[in-house]
């Protein structure tokens, strides 16, 4: 069933650094290094929407009217630890944003969101709040996440992750009609243990050197 506020971003550069991630023999540190290099890629796209406006300059040769970003607050929302990942390149792309951690665990048996921390900027209510999450696989994290966020005054939302599972958007579009959601790869399928199929494993594991 299409899924009307679902976008994949499949740029070239996106795929091929994306397929250089998911290859089990790619250690931690270039891991790392292309999420960060994708998550800067993402943020383009995700915020071509950001409104400008008008300001006279000076440039070396005249004045001008150029136009620079109005201003309206952003915040990186980062669901905790994964989310790191994808946050710390976008924060490369716009250093002036907020951010905003909200840590979730994955209860082993019953794959339900725990949350342990939670930690947000003022304001939510007047930003742009850009929640990131590398895996979306059953959703649950980031369902649980951007509810804690709306409790919060959160109202202008996005939701960026790297891979998603059909069984994740389902439920997220369920849960937050109201959020799009920005993906550089649908996948297969989640198996018994919900991880992504063909996936690249368990994210922060490999982001971190964990396992
Ligand atoms: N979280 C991960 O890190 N990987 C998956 O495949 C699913 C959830």
Same mark, same amino acid.
Not at 44 to 56: A, M, Q
Not at 130 to 137: G, I
């Given at each position: 069933?299409?899924?009307?506020?679902?976008?994949v971003l499949d740029h070239p550069l996106v795929e091929? +650094?994306?397929?250089?991630? *998911?290859? +089990?023999?790619?250690?931690?540190?270039?891991?790392?290094?292309?999420?960060?290099?994708?998550?800067?890629?993402?943020?383009?796209?995700?915020?071509?929407?950001?409104?400008?406006?008008?300001?006279?300059?000076?440039?070396?040769?005249?004045?001008?009217? %150029?136009?620079?970003l109005e201003g309206k607050k952003l915040c990186f929302?980062?669901?905790?630890?994964?989310?790191?990942?994808?946050?710390?390149?976008?924060?490369?792309?716009? @250093?002036?944003?907020? $951010?905003?951690?909200?840590?979730?665990?994955?209860?082993?048996?019953?794959?339900?969101?725990?949350?342990? =921390?939670?930690? $947000?900027?003022?304001?939510?209510?007047?930003?742009?709040?850009?929640? $990131?999450?590398?895996?979306?696989?059953?959703?649950?994290? %980031?369902?649980?996440? $951007?509810?804690?966020?709306?409790?919060?005054?959160?109202?202008?939302?996005?939701?960026?992750?790297?891979?998603?599972?059909?069984?994740?958007?389902?439920?997220?579009?369920?849960?937050?009609?109201?959020?799009?959601? =920005?993906?550089?790869?649908?996948?297969?399928?989640?198996?018994?243990?919900?991880?992504?199929? @063909?996936?690249?494993?368990?994210?922060?594991? *490999?982001? =971190?050197?964990? +396992?």
């Amino acid at each position: 069933m299409p899924t009307p506020n679902l976008t994949v971003l499949d740029h070239p550069l996106v795929e091929h +650094k994306l397929s250089l991630m *998911r290859e +089990k023999t790619t250690e931690t540190a270039k891991f790392r290094l292309l999420l960060r290099e994708i998550s800067l890629l993402l943020a383009y796209e995700v915020l071509r929407d950001l409104k400008l406006h008008d300001v006279e300059i000076e440039t070396p040769m005249e004045t001008m009217v %150029a136009r620079k970003l109005e201003g309206k607050k952003l915040c990186f929302v980062s669901i905790l630890r994964a989310g790191n990942g994808l946050m710390e390149g976008m924060l490369d792309l716009v @250093p002036s944003a907020r $951010v905003a951690h909200v840590g979730m665990y994955r209860d082993a048996k019953t794959l339900e969101p725990v949350e342990y =921390y939670f930690k $947000v900027p003022e304001g939510l209510e007047e930003r742009l709040c850009v929640v $990131v999450d590398p895996m979306l696989a059953t959703g649950n994290s %980031a369902i649980a996440g $951007v509810e804690r966020i709306k409790q919060a005054g959160a109202r202008d939302i996005k939701f960026v992750c790297l891979l998603a599972a059909p069984e994740g958007i389902e439920a997220f579009s369920k849960a937050h009609p109201d959020v799009p959601i =920005y993906t550089a790869a649908l996948d297969r399928e989640l198996n018994d243990h919900a991880y992504i199929l @063909p996936g690249l494993g368990d994210a922060g594991d *490999r982001m =971190y050197g964990t +396992k």
